[in-house]
């Protein structure tokens, strides 16, 4: 598959992804490179990718608790201690090799450590892979609230190996490919129709095929809203409902934690009905949505108390301005909406369709 190169990004895939890492790192001659995996990637994906590293650099790893409640800058304080303490410097190099909290929160840790230092993120995950390593968000959740400390600095550059999802469970795949799911509805209805067809087969080059069309769809809205003023917001399509799902489930005694995509379907498909009743989707594509949405068979129903509870969480999402709850909203199936203004009580009327 071919590279993705913007004026702000850079993803190398499969047997050429390997071949410009080592070239980079013969070039830059680090002093140290720094390995951060997870207790997963260290046992799946770290015998996988060592004998593809060429390198007579000192190599330092450093493992983590895999889980987003580990995603804290507890855990920060943990790498950038163990760090210190095995003599990064400036020319000092971070490879992330992991899912979304490895790269999350190792281009966070890499991009404050001595004011700054190069890092590469290598997602293992599809989710890693489509999202959170694409674009240059790097940052850590503060108690139940995601990501609510964190910069935007992109990685030297990002490697995708689809044979690292060999080593997951179709639900962590299904999990990852909801975020592909919401790069079609928001950018492109030809890809979000390919995707119907995708029916769980995971494994295959058609789908390798289709995570490169995704990480196209998201860097290309990166390049042109580095920053988020504007038409990067779309890419919280599903998010502002479905992290505080997401969050609520985590802190609560009463709820069975979601992974990280389940938790978006249902925002997507809460605000797919809320973009009816105010961006102006149509019945018909709402139940198109509706129809992949169904059979994910996603269980999820609040009382009202605890919805309360979750729109209180919504009230600290990144896109409100002066405490005013702040949506991303389709028009149809390819366009959107930023910045849709709604009240308690109109996202409550959503919940009731749980």
Partial sequence: ?????????????????????????????????????????MEHCYPHFMPMLETSARIEVIEIDAGEEFKNIETCSGVW????????????LMINLGGGVVTDLGGFVASTIKRGIDFIH?????????????????????????????????????????????TLPKKHLRNGSIEMF????????????????INSQYYTDRF?????GSVEIKSGIVQDDPTEKGARKALNYGH?????IESYCLSSDKHVNLL???AIAIGIYLESFLSTKHSGLSR?????IENWYQPLELSASFSDSEVDEMIDIMSHDKKNVNGQIRFVLLEKIGTFKTDVHLQAQQIKKAFELL
């Fill in 284 to 288: 018909a594509e709402f139940e198109e």
């Fill in 1 to 41: 598959m071919d590279s993705i190169i913007t004026s702000n990004s850079t993803t190398h895939f499969d047997e050429r992804a390997y071949q410009e890492l080592n070239t980079y790192i013969a070039d830059k001659a680090p002093s140290v490179i720094f390995l951060l995996v997870d207790s997963n990637t």
């Fill in 208 to 212: 390798d095929s289709l995570i490169h």
């Fill in 122 to 166: 290598i997602p293992t995950t599809v989710l890693g892979m489509v999202d959170a390593a694409i674009g240059g968000k790097n940052g850590v959740d503060l108690g139940h609230l995601k990501n609510q400390v964190g910069v935007i600095q992109p990685p030297v550059m990002t490697l995708i190996d689809t044979n690292f999802l060999q």
């Fill in 260 to 262: 990280h995509g389940e």
């Fill in 81 to 92: 201690a163990a760090m210190i303490e095995l003599g990064c410097d400036r020319q000092s």
């Fill in 240 to 244: 502002t409902i479905g992290h505080a």
């Fill in 182 to 197: 919401k790069h079609g509805l928001i950018a492109d209805r030809d890809y979000w129709q390919k995707m119907l067809l």
